[in-house]
């Protein structure tokens, strides 16, 4: 079994943890949190082994009753893989202390590009990661992306993709972030950052970005334009896009409006936390003008990262294949199975 370290339990960091538990071929080795908060209990309620992140913060845990079993460096040391879900900034910090027990890391999309070997999307890029010592698992609107161009380029060929990306202003905890009642053209220069982050998976992919930050917590929404260099029609298009899993085609008589109605979905089918760990793509909005293909995409910003970290632990190590990889992640999650 494939022992991981979880260093940085939050939103990303927690349902990694969950997701590898399920896994047939891994197992948490243990989690890493600075404070003993909330989702500290939560780690060691769900039989997680909980280390300190800090070592002069280390009694803050027994102060308040919760068991740890030892420092962030012991778990490391075990560990043959870490992924790190620290806020952005930290794990870059932490690839000294990772690279001190030759063990290798998984960061998230809030590092930067080039703080790591590699930029990681499962279905665009699995084998770059094999061997390497850092990896980022890029962000959740990168993420997003990436899993719509990669069939498309395969089957179409792209010319150019412009993408506006209506983004959540905070996650649903994040009381202090905003607006609260406003609409933000973010970044206002173009191209936004997410077009560049795309080009770190498909380098040689033309693609425009545009972002916007709006009063809402659920979910990302983008409006994508794909300019094809071949002319399918719309509903080729729509078939090629539901054979993959991590895509998911939300058929008309759903009667599925928007991020509120799609998130009640998954909560509906069981989904833990009520995670949409897919790309939820409005059929309807599936549309072929000339080579130009538009599309409605819904990107679930706290889980549809899960899958693909993953997955990069099976590629870092080089424990299996990307089908082999991506078939028992989402077998094991229940991925593609809406
Ligand atoms: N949320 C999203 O929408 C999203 C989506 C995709 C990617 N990402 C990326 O994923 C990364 C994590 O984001 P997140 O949203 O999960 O953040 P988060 O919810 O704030 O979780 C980060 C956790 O790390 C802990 N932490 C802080 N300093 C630490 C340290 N030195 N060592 C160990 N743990 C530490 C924090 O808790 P304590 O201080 O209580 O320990 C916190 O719970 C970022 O790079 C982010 O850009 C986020």
Redesign the pocket.
């Known amino acids: 079994m494939i022992q991981v370290a979880v ?8 349902r990694v943890a969950d997701a590898v538990a399920a896994q047939p071929d891994m197992e948490v080795l243990g989690v ?6 909330y ?2 209990r939560g780690a060691v309620d769900r039989g997680y082994d909980l280390y300190a ?2 070592e002069d913060r280390a009694d803050r845990f027994a102060e308040e009753g919760i068991e740890i079993a030892g420092l ?1 460096d012991e778990l490391v040391a075990g560990a043959d893989v870490v992924v ?8 870059e ?2 690839l000294e202390l990772y690279a001190e027990h030759g063990v290798p890391a998984l ?5 930067d590009a080039d703080a790591v070997d590699v930029s990681f999307n499962a279905r665009a890029n699995y084998e770059a990661a094999e061997g390497a010592d850092a990896v980022r ?1 890029v ?3 990168t ?1 997003g992306l990436a899993r719509l161009v990669a069939p498309l380029e395969e089957a179409y060929g792209i010319e150019k993709v412009r993408a506006t990306l209506v983004r ?1 202003g905070g ?1 649903p ?2 009381s202090g972030r905003g607006p609260i009642n406003d609409i933000l053209p973010n970044p206002v220069e173009l191209p936004s950052h997410h077009g560049p982050d795309v080009n770190t998976i498909f380098p040689d992919l033309a693609i425009d970005t545009l972002g916007l930050k709006v009063p809402a917590t659920l979910m990302h929404m983008h409006s994508v334009n794909v300019t094809l260099e071949a002319e399918p029609a719309a509903d080729e298009v729509r078939e090629l896009l539901a054979g993959e899993d991590r895509l998911f085609l939300i058929d008309g008589s759903y009667d599925i409006d928007g991020s509120g109605a799609l998130k009640e979905f998954a909560l509906d089918a069981g989904r833990p936390r009520g995670d949409l760990w897919e790309n939820g793509i409005w059929a309807d909005s599936v549309s072929m003008e000339g080579h130009d293909l538009y599309l409605f995409q819904a990107i679930h ?2 889980s ?2 899960v899958p693909e970290n993953v997955d990069a632990i099976r590629a870092v190590l080089g424990a299996a294949g990307r089908e082999e990889s991506m078939r028992t992640t989402d077998e094991a999650l229940g991925v593609g199975a809406l």
């Open positions: 260093n940085g339990y939050g939103t990303i960091g927690k890493a949190k600075t404070r003993p908060n989702e500290a992140a800090i962030v790190d879900a620290c806020p952005s900034g930290v794990g910090a932490n960061l998230q999309g809030g590092e698992v962000s959740c609107n993420t959540r996650d905890a994040q910003q706290e549809d990262v």
